[in-house]
């Protein structure tokens, strides 16, 4: 696979063992081209860019997904997630406490805090629960808002971009786009790389696996999310998947936030 990196070879070929182990080989040979986010940082590039960049470097800090989250070491790391919710910030015996853990998911504050750092300002809806900035997103109306959901069959949800965000169901709920409240559960990821060959895409998420970590998610020929699949967590110690038709809205987000 030339020109692509050594992380992508090695998600891929982690993915090809998966499937064929699984019963599902499905060759993957085509060239996995990475979008260009050189010089996106804090202070550089657009708002998606940034946004990437942040996710990215997240996954880095969590030692791509190998720390775990009731390590001490990533106690700090949490509580500053925790300050961007609207439910207090916890102790550090509570962030050591699997029990605590388990009963208090932190993915939608990695999300809030992913958004304050890339600069979203005061135009994103900062939550500790997914649905209410989805439900928030699904209200908003395209070009007056930085983040517009979209049902996940809408054509607007074709092939998504780095930066965008993917919307699933958790604990079995059947929740449409349409119906979704913001108390519930539910799960984005931060789309970071598309491949338009491969039909594929890549996520970062928060609380994969007690941990920052990376999913890939297939597309169908029309570059929407194929509900036939299955999404895959690359988890070095616990690699897990679960139904794509559980994902049920794409938030598309604009280069840069509108005031």
Known sequence: MPGVSLTIRILVLFAIVTIALSGEYRALTASFITPSNEGAGKNAGTFKERLVATTLSEYARWNNGALRETDSRAAEILRAYWEMGTVGVPTN???????????????AVFISWIMKQAGA????????????????ARDNAPGKSAFVAYDVKDRSSAWPEPGDLICMNREKNQHTLQDLQPYHASHCDVVVEVNREMNMMITIGGNLAQTVNKRIVWLDVNGHVDAGREWMVMDDENPYK?????IFAIIKVSPQPMR
Request: charged content about 20%.
């Open 242 to 246: 679960g139904g794509q038709e559980d």
């Open 121 to 136: 300002g005061n135009t994103f809806r900062y939550a500790h629960a997914h649905a209410n900035y989805i439900a928030w």
């Open 93 to 107: 015996e509570e962030l050591s406490d699997s029990i605590w853990q388990e009963n208090r998911p932190w993915s």
